[in-house]
């Protein structure tokens, strides 16, 4: 009895001292020296950690503090997950999803997600979502994508809340509610996600889901905008270029179609090409506008095809025909 006393004694010892060189690893982590992590996770991790494995396994995974390793990864991985650490699932769940040192496995990586969403793990939640609004590896299922982006947007999860928008917002294993849509919208926009703030502005300036509010639009879109998003800097130059909330600018409207065309957006190719093409904010310029509405027809634009062959008709030089 007294051995088993000993034994149990020792054992608890050495998880402590485990979990003390784990929650040590985790802060050089938290705070960029992966270096002393991976050298602090290590010992914990063959102390039998359940925890540990996991954190060095994504040091491996992307070379952090120590050489790269996907095989390592996997190991470390399975070996975390098989002890029913959350993190770890997922991340197994995530090799498996894009066939990093095994081979691609929707079903498998469903398996791993589901093990880590049960336990509440909101990114695992998130993927498992995916795969089942696209019927990856499970049965196609838009009402259960729904409730796991549910779980993970009340956890505070910015793209399960996007998520729900967008669901809300077609209908998608849901009846359509643009109010709950622009919510949720609202909610991830607020957390910085461009798409949402896009989205969000869209839906003020449409008046879908919420009363119109071309200056909540513009707000919302400036932010969108302000992030890099391409088509939020159209729709900011259209507001411009028809008025909506503003007094009409050509000049800006050329501006913000310009942020756009930097990013290849087609629409506002088209849109600027036009504006050279009338000579609205910019001096007439036919051969900038046979350039720009040929770049937007390359990318399927129908109207910019159709003003092309007309610009080209009108004025042959413009488009290197003499």
């Not at 909540?216 to 159209?234: C, E, H, V």
């Not at 007094?247 to 050329?254: F, T, W």
Request: a positive charge; hydrophobic letters at 40%.
């Amino acid at each position: 009895m007294r051995m088993i006393i000993l034994g149990l004694w020792l054992l608890a010892s050495m998880e402590l001292l485990a979990g003390d060189l784990y929650e040590e690893g985790k802060k050089a982590y938290d705070s960029g020296d992966y270096k002393k992590a991976a050298e602090l996770v290590q010992p914990a991790a063959d102390k039998g950690d359940a925890k540990a494995p996991s954190i060095l396994g994504f040091l491996y995974l992307t070379g952090r503090g120590v050489e790269a390793d996907n095989k390592r990864a996997l190991f470390l991985f399975k070996k975390s997950a098989a002890q029913g650490n959350a993190m770890a699932q997922y991340n197994l769940g995530m090799m498996y999803e894009t066939g990093r040192e095994v081979r691609r496995d929707f079903k498998q990586a469903a398996q791993w997600f589901h093990k880590a969403a049960k336990q509440g793990h909101a990114t695992a939640q998130v993927s498992l979502g995916m795969l089942y609004e696209r019927g990856s590896g499970v049965a196609k299922d838009p009402a259960s994508a729904l409730q796991w982006y549910k779980k993970a947007a009340r956890q505070g999860n910015a793209n399960a809340q996007l998520f729900l928008g967008r669901m809300y917002g077609g209908g998608m294993g849901v009846e359509q509610d643009l109010e709950t849509s622009v919510k949720w919208l609202r909610k991830a926009a607020g957390q910085g996600v461009p798409l949402a703030q896009r989205v969000l502005g869209m839906s003020y300036a449409d008046g879908k889901g919420v009363k119109q509010d071309f200056t909540q639009a513009m707000q919302w879109s400036r932010k969108a905008a302000d992030q890099g998003d391409a088509y939020a800097a159209f729709n900011i130059g259209m507001m411009y270029f028809r008025g909506d909330g503003v007094s009409k600018n050509d000049e800006k409207a050329v501006e913000w179609f310009e942020k756009a065309v930097r990013s290849g957006f087609p629409p506002a190719q088209y849109g600027l090409g036009v504006m050279y093409l009338e000579g609205r904010g910019v001096p007439q310029d036919f051969n900038k506008a046979a350039d720009l509405l040929r770049n937007a027809a390359k990318q399927g634009d129908r109207n910019a095809q159709k003003d092309l062959e007309k610009l080209c008709k009108e004025h042959p030089e413009a488009c290197g025909k003499h």
